[in-house]
């Protein structure tokens, strides 16, 4: 599903400051105030805006920055990722297609790795890991490229296969809902209706 230009434009403008009120954005994207809030609205529902956060630089407050490359058994790197993602000290989680997982995560103090280390050694599924100490930033741009061109990934809310083109919207009690074709909106339709009468 394809991001017009004002949807470019929104997102350009919250990443460089997540705190711009809906009249400084219209100010800046050259639209009205509803349509701004119409388009975050949206970008919202649709999971593209996940929330607004303070950007704390963790080393700036003596905190340490751990990278981890975990390399998990045969079959087990979701486990191993999700397992890896629920401990409280790792903030930023990836799986990569080799089936490693990347994660980063903020102690208090650098004396505490060893001790965070050993956590993760003994998560099962974890066949080896690596880890890297950063000393410094060098970049820290905002994660996603926001371009004129870009898509964004929708599932369709009734067999929750990707939508591929543009997708067959209908809107249902003032909110949109996507489908992947009409069938699946046919059914999700009726089987909505059928809810809401037996409610």
């Known amino acids: 599903m394809d991001l017009d230009p004002l949807d470019i434009r929104i997102l350009k403008a919250l990443q460089d400051d997540a705190r711009l009120s809906f009249r400084e954005l219209s100010r800046q994207t ?33 905190e340490t920055s751990v990278f981890l490359v975990v390399e998990a058994a045969a079959g087990q790197s979701g486990k191993v990722a999700f397992a890896i993602a ?12 080799e089936g490693r997982i990347v994660a980063e995560a903020i102690l208090p103090r650098e004396n505490e790795a060893a001790r965070f280390l050993r956590k993760v050694g ?30 964004v990934l929708v599932a ?41 009468a037996a409610a």
């Open 122 to 151: 003994k998560l099962r599924g974890v066949v080896a890991y690596e880890h890297h100490v950063a000393s410094g930033r060098v970049k820290d741009e905002p994660r996603a490229h926001v371009a004129h061109g870009v898509q």
């Open 86 to 97: 629920k401990l409280p000290e790792v903030r930023r989680t990836v799986k990569t297609r």
């Open 30 to 62: 050259r639209a009205s105030v509803p349509t701004v809030s119409a388009h975050v609205s949206r970008l919202e529902r649709l999971g593209v805006l996940r929330g607004y956060r303070a950007d704390v630089d963790p080393l700036q407050l003596g």
């Open 156 to 196: 369709c809310f009734e067999c929750g296969k990707t939508i591929e083109g543009a997708p067959v919207i209908r809107r249902l009690d003032r909110r949109e809902h996507y489908f992947c074709c009409r069938t699946c909106e046919a059914q999700f339709v009726d089987r909505y209706r059928r809810l809401k």
